[in-house]
Protein backbone atom coordinates (compact mmCIF):
# COMPACT_ATOMS: atom_id res chain seq x y z
CA UNK A 1 0.00 0.00 0.00
CA UNK A 2 2.90 2.51 0.76
CA UNK A 3 4.39 1.71 -2.50
CA UNK A 4 1.14 2.53 -4.05
CA UNK A 5 0.83 6.15 -2.06
CA UNK A 6 4.44 6.76 -2.68
CA UNK A 7 4.38 6.30 -7.05
CA UNK A 8 3.91 9.51 -7.43
CA UNK A 9 2.71 8.83 -11.60
CA UNK A 10 -0.02 6.63 -10.33
CA UNK A 11 -1.45 9.43 -8.39
CA UNK A 12 -1.00 11.69 -11.68
CA UNK A 13 -2.80 9.44 -13.33
CA UNK A 14 -5.91 8.97 -10.60
CA UNK A 15 -5.84 12.54 -10.54
CA UNK A 16 -6.01 13.48 -14.15
CA UNK A 17 -9.59 13.02 -15.20
CA UNK A 18 -10.34 15.54 -12.38
CA UNK A 19 -7.85 17.82 -13.30
CA UNK A 20 -9.12 17.74 -17.22
CA UNK A 21 -12.41 18.37 -16.24
CA UNK A 22 -10.80 21.63 -13.73
CA UNK A 23 -8.97 22.50 -16.45
CA UNK A 24 -11.96 22.72 -19.40
CA UNK A 25 -14.70 23.94 -17.17
CA UNK A 26 -12.82 26.02 -15.41
CA UNK A 27 -9.76 27.18 -16.30
CA UNK A 28 -10.33 27.16 -20.13
CA UNK A 29 -13.20 29.78 -20.10
CA UNK A 30 -11.40 32.07 -17.97
CA UNK A 31 -8.19 32.21 -20.69
CA UNK A 32 -10.83 32.32 -23.59
CA UNK A 33 -13.03 35.31 -21.89
CA UNK A 34 -9.68 37.10 -20.88
CA UNK A 35 -8.54 37.03 -24.55
CA UNK A 36 -11.72 37.61 -25.63
CA UNK A 37 -11.36 40.69 -23.64
CA UNK A 38 -8.42 41.98 -25.39
CA UNK A 39 -10.23 42.62 -28.83
CA UNK A 40 -13.18 44.58 -30.56
CA UNK A 41 -15.41 42.25 -31.73
CA UNK A 42 -19.47 41.69 -32.61
CA UNK A 43 -19.26 38.17 -32.10
CA UNK A 44 -18.93 37.47 -35.50
CA UNK A 45 -16.85 38.73 -38.36
CA UNK A 46 -12.81 40.36 -37.75
CA UNK A 47 -11.86 40.79 -34.70
CA UNK A 48 -9.52 43.84 -33.55
CA UNK A 49 -7.01 43.65 -31.16
CA UNK A 50 -7.09 46.58 -28.53
CA UNK A 51 -5.52 45.45 -25.61
CA UNK A 52 -6.86 46.67 -22.71
CA UNK A 53 -8.61 49.46 -24.43
CA UNK A 54 -12.28 47.80 -23.18
CA UNK A 55 -11.10 47.68 -19.52
CA UNK A 56 -10.04 51.40 -19.66
CA UNK A 57 -13.30 52.06 -21.34
CA UNK A 58 -15.21 50.59 -18.12
CA UNK A 59 -13.42 52.86 -15.97
CA UNK A 60 -13.66 55.84 -17.31
CA UNK A 61 -17.16 55.83 -19.73
CA UNK A 62 -19.85 57.37 -17.87
CA UNK A 63 -22.22 55.81 -20.87
CA UNK A 64 -21.77 52.43 -19.83
CA UNK A 65 -22.03 52.31 -16.02
CA UNK A 66 -20.05 49.99 -14.75
CA UNK A 67 -18.85 51.82 -11.92
CA UNK A 68 -22.72 52.20 -11.23
CA UNK A 69 -23.19 48.53 -11.65
CA UNK A 70 -20.39 47.54 -9.75
CA UNK A 71 -21.58 50.18 -6.93
CA UNK A 72 -25.01 48.48 -6.50
CA UNK A 73 -23.02 44.95 -6.72
CA UNK A 74 -20.48 46.13 -3.46
CA UNK A 75 -24.27 47.84 -1.25
CA UNK A 76 -25.81 44.48 -1.78
CA UNK A 77 -22.62 42.40 -0.74
CA UNK A 78 -22.34 45.24 2.24
CA UNK A 79 -26.13 44.43 3.10
CA UNK A 80 -25.95 40.50 3.02
CA UNK A 81 -22.66 40.53 5.46
CA UNK A 82 -24.99 43.25 7.89
CA UNK A 83 -28.06 42.47 7.71
CA UNK A 84 -28.71 38.70 5.88
CA UNK A 85 -26.05 37.00 8.19
CA UNK A 86 -26.90 38.09 11.59
CA UNK A 87 -31.19 37.31 10.94
CA UNK A 88 -29.27 33.79 9.73
CA UNK A 89 -27.20 33.72 12.53
CA UNK A 90 -29.89 34.80 14.75
CA UNK A 91 -32.18 32.31 13.36
CA UNK A 92 -29.53 29.23 13.88
CA UNK A 93 -28.81 30.32 17.60
CA UNK A 94 -32.52 30.13 18.03
CA UNK A 95 -33.36 26.73 16.33
CA UNK A 96 -29.95 25.37 18.06
CA UNK A 97 -31.53 25.46 21.30
CA UNK A 98 -33.43 22.47 20.41
CA UNK A 99 -37.04 24.59 20.29
CA UNK A 100 -40.53 23.02 19.69
CA UNK A 101 -41.01 22.35 15.89
CA UNK A 102 -37.47 22.59 15.31
CA UNK A 103 -37.77 20.93 11.89
CA UNK A 104 -40.55 22.62 10.58
CA UNK A 105 -38.68 25.85 11.23
CA UNK A 106 -36.08 24.99 9.42
CA UNK A 107 -37.90 23.46 6.22
CA UNK A 108 -40.02 27.02 6.24
CA UNK A 109 -37.28 29.02 6.23
CA UNK A 110 -35.03 27.24 3.51
CA UNK A 111 -38.20 26.80 1.56
CA UNK A 112 -37.33 29.80 -0.09
CA UNK A 113 -33.84 28.62 -1.27
CA UNK A 114 -35.39 25.73 -3.28
CA UNK A 115 -37.79 27.61 -4.91
CA UNK A 116 -36.83 29.08 -8.23
CA UNK A 117 -35.57 32.41 -8.54
CA UNK A 118 -37.59 33.00 -11.37
CA UNK A 119 -40.57 31.76 -9.52
CA UNK A 120 -40.16 33.93 -6.55
CA UNK A 121 -39.57 37.13 -9.11
CA UNK A 122 -42.92 36.56 -10.51
CA UNK A 123 -44.31 36.53 -6.87
CA UNK A 124 -42.47 39.76 -5.72
CA UNK A 125 -43.50 41.33 -8.86
CA UNK A 126 -47.01 40.75 -7.92
CA UNK A 127 -46.41 42.10 -4.30
CA UNK A 128 -45.28 45.61 -5.63
CA UNK A 129 -47.66 45.68 -8.43
CA UNK A 130 -48.90 49.71 -8.07
CA UNK A 131 -52.53 48.65 -8.50
CA UNK A 132 -53.46 45.20 -6.58
CA UNK A 133 -49.99 44.36 -5.20
CA UNK A 134 -50.21 43.59 -1.92
CA UNK A 135 -47.76 45.85 -0.59
CA UNK A 136 -50.16 49.54 -1.99
CA UNK A 137 -53.03 47.71 -0.65
CA UNK A 138 -52.05 47.50 2.65
CA UNK A 139 -50.59 50.70 2.66
CA UNK A 140 -53.76 52.31 1.54
CA UNK A 141 -56.55 50.25 3.73
CA UNK A 142 -54.47 51.86 6.99
CA UNK A 143 -54.33 55.37 5.77
CA UNK A 144 -50.79 55.67 3.90
CA UNK A 145 -51.87 55.75 0.29
CA UNK A 146 -49.08 58.51 -0.15
CA UNK A 147 -46.87 55.70 0.71
CA UNK A 148 -47.84 53.60 -2.25
CA UNK A 149 -45.71 54.02 -5.22
CA UNK A 150 -45.11 52.04 -8.02
CA UNK A 151 -41.62 50.67 -6.77
CA UNK A 152 -40.23 48.51 -9.21
CA UNK A 153 -40.67 51.28 -11.62
CA UNK A 154 -39.47 54.49 -10.26
CA UNK A 155 -35.63 55.11 -10.19
CA UNK A 156 -35.59 56.57 -6.36
CA UNK A 157 -37.07 53.22 -5.28
CA UNK A 158 -36.37 50.15 -7.19
CA UNK A 159 -32.92 49.27 -5.81
CA UNK A 160 -33.77 48.98 -2.55
CA UNK A 161 -37.34 47.03 -3.58
CA UNK A 162 -34.91 44.86 -5.48
CA UNK A 163 -32.67 44.44 -2.43
CA UNK A 164 -35.45 43.29 0.20
CA UNK A 165 -36.51 40.04 -2.39
CA UNK A 166 -32.64 39.14 -3.00
CA UNK A 167 -32.00 39.61 0.87
CA UNK A 168 -34.69 37.42 1.88
CA UNK A 169 -34.17 34.60 -0.51
CA UNK A 170 -30.93 33.17 0.84
CA UNK A 171 -31.82 33.91 4.78
CA UNK A 172 -32.49 30.60 4.75
CA UNK A 173 -29.45 28.97 2.99
CA UNK A 174 -26.68 31.27 5.27
CA UNK A 175 -29.07 30.02 8.94
CA UNK A 176 -29.15 26.14 7.62
CA UNK A 177 -24.47 26.63 7.26
CA UNK A 178 -24.68 28.06 10.84
CA UNK A 179 -27.46 25.73 12.53
CA UNK A 180 -24.99 22.98 11.21
CA UNK A 181 -21.97 24.39 12.94
CA UNK A 182 -24.18 25.36 15.75
CA UNK A 183 -25.54 21.76 16.08
CA UNK A 184 -21.72 20.59 16.16
CA UNK A 185 -20.37 22.47 18.93
CA UNK A 186 -19.70 19.98 21.82
CA UNK A 187 -22.79 19.47 24.33
CA UNK A 188 -20.01 19.28 27.12
CA UNK A 189 -18.74 23.10 26.37
CA UNK A 190 -22.31 23.71 26.58
CA UNK A 191 -23.09 22.11 29.49
CA UNK A 192 -20.34 23.71 31.18
CA UNK A 193 -21.10 27.58 30.35
CA UNK A 194 -24.53 26.47 32.17
CA UNK A 195 -22.96 24.88 35.59
CA UNK A 196 -20.49 28.71 35.54
CA UNK A 197 -23.40 30.58 35.32
CA UNK A 198 -23.40 31.88 32.07
CA UNK A 199 -26.24 33.34 30.43
CA UNK A 200 -27.38 32.40 26.61
CA UNK A 201 -26.03 35.35 25.80
CA UNK A 202 -22.30 34.55 27.16
CA UNK A 203 -22.60 30.75 26.03
CA UNK A 204 -23.33 32.23 22.25
CA UNK A 205 -20.65 34.86 22.29
CA UNK A 206 -18.09 32.79 24.02
CA UNK A 207 -18.66 29.27 23.30
CA UNK A 208 -20.81 28.96 20.36
CA UNK A 209 -19.59 31.92 18.10
CA UNK A 210 -15.92 31.00 18.61
CA UNK A 211 -16.44 27.21 17.41
CA UNK A 212 -18.58 28.30 14.71
CA UNK A 213 -15.96 30.82 13.07
CA UNK A 214 -14.75 28.71 10.32
CA UNK A 215 -18.26 28.50 9.17
CA UNK A 216 -18.98 31.93 9.74
CA UNK A 217 -16.14 32.49 7.23
CA UNK A 218 -17.61 30.37 4.67
CA UNK A 219 -21.22 31.96 4.77
CA UNK A 220 -19.39 35.45 4.71
CA UNK A 221 -17.54 34.16 1.38
CA UNK A 222 -21.16 32.81 -0.42
CA UNK A 223 -22.50 36.15 0.69
CA UNK A 224 -19.89 38.52 -0.89
CA UNK A 225 -19.24 36.44 -3.90
CA UNK A 226 -23.06 35.63 -4.41
CA UNK A 227 -23.51 39.06 -4.01
CA UNK A 228 -21.43 40.32 -6.65
CA UNK A 229 -22.99 37.34 -9.28
CA UNK A 230 -26.11 38.19 -8.53
CA UNK A 231 -28.38 38.43 -11.48
CA UNK A 232 -31.17 36.02 -11.85
CA UNK A 233 -33.67 38.43 -9.53
CA UNK A 234 -32.40 41.55 -10.95
CA UNK A 235 -33.19 40.24 -13.96
CA UNK A 236 -36.73 39.22 -13.47
CA UNK A 237 -37.83 41.93 -11.09
CA UNK A 238 -36.20 45.10 -13.49
CA UNK A 239 -33.83 44.17 -15.81
CA UNK A 240 -31.11 46.50 -14.76
CA UNK A 241 -33.85 49.30 -15.00
CA UNK A 242 -35.51 51.79 -14.47
CA UNK A 243 -32.44 54.20 -16.24
CA UNK A 244 -30.03 51.84 -14.97
CA UNK A 245 -30.95 52.17 -11.47
CA UNK A 246 -30.74 48.49 -10.71
CA UNK A 247 -28.13 47.41 -12.56
CA UNK A 248 -25.17 44.96 -11.69
CA UNK A 249 -22.69 44.00 -13.55
CA UNK A 250 -24.20 40.62 -14.51
CA UNK A 251 -27.27 42.44 -16.13
CA UNK A 252 -24.46 44.85 -17.73
CA UNK A 253 -22.13 41.94 -18.99
CA UNK A 254 -25.44 40.20 -20.88
CA UNK A 255 -26.75 43.25 -22.11
CA UNK A 256 -23.26 44.37 -23.85
CA UNK A 257 -23.22 40.59 -24.95
CA UNK A 258 -26.63 40.03 -26.50
CA UNK A 259 -28.16 43.55 -26.87
CA UNK A 260 -24.86 45.86 -28.09
CA UNK A 261 -22.88 43.14 -29.64
CA UNK A 262 -19.88 43.78 -27.99
CA UNK A 263 -18.27 40.85 -26.99
CA UNK A 264 -15.19 41.92 -25.65
CA UNK A 265 -16.45 44.47 -23.56
CA UNK A 266 -18.76 41.66 -22.13
CA UNK A 267 -15.67 39.45 -21.27
CA UNK A 268 -13.83 42.30 -20.01
CA UNK A 269 -17.01 42.46 -16.99
CA UNK A 270 -16.55 38.75 -16.70
CA UNK A 271 -12.73 38.97 -16.40
CA UNK A 272 -13.09 41.76 -13.72
CA UNK A 273 -15.95 39.83 -11.52
CA UNK A 274 -14.15 36.73 -11.19
CA UNK A 275 -10.88 38.70 -9.99
CA UNK A 276 -13.08 40.42 -7.29
CA UNK A 277 -14.29 37.49 -6.62
CA UNK A 278 -11.30 35.89 -6.41
CA UNK A 279 -10.11 38.72 -4.55
CA UNK A 280 -12.76 39.05 -1.90
CA UNK A 281 -12.55 35.12 -0.85
CA UNK A 282 -8.50 36.14 -0.18
CA UNK A 283 -9.17 39.57 1.55
CA UNK A 284 -12.10 37.77 3.96
CA UNK A 285 -9.91 34.45 4.48
CA UNK A 286 -6.84 36.80 5.39
CA UNK A 287 -9.09 38.98 7.59
CA UNK A 288 -10.55 35.79 9.74
CA UNK A 289 -7.36 34.67 9.67
CA UNK A 290 -5.68 37.43 11.70
CA UNK A 291 -9.01 37.10 13.63
CA UNK A 292 -7.64 33.83 14.77
CA UNK A 293 -4.06 34.64 15.51
Not at 132 to 143: A, D, K, P, T
Request: net charge positive; aromatic share 12%; proline share 4%.
Amino acid sequence: MKKLYSNKWLILIFLLPALILFCGVLIAPIGASFYFSLFNWKGIGPMKFIGLENYKELFTSNSIGFLKALGNALILAALSVFIQLPLALALALALGKKIKGERTFLAVYFMPVLISTVVIGQLWLKIYNPDYGILNVFLRSIGLESWAKIWLGTKQTAFGAVLVPILWQYVGYHMLLLYAGVKSVPPELLEAGMLDGASNWQINRYIVLPSIKPIIRISVIFAVTGSLKSFDMIYVLTNGGPMHATEVPSTLMISMLFLRNRYGMGSAIAVILILLCFGFALLINLIFRESEE
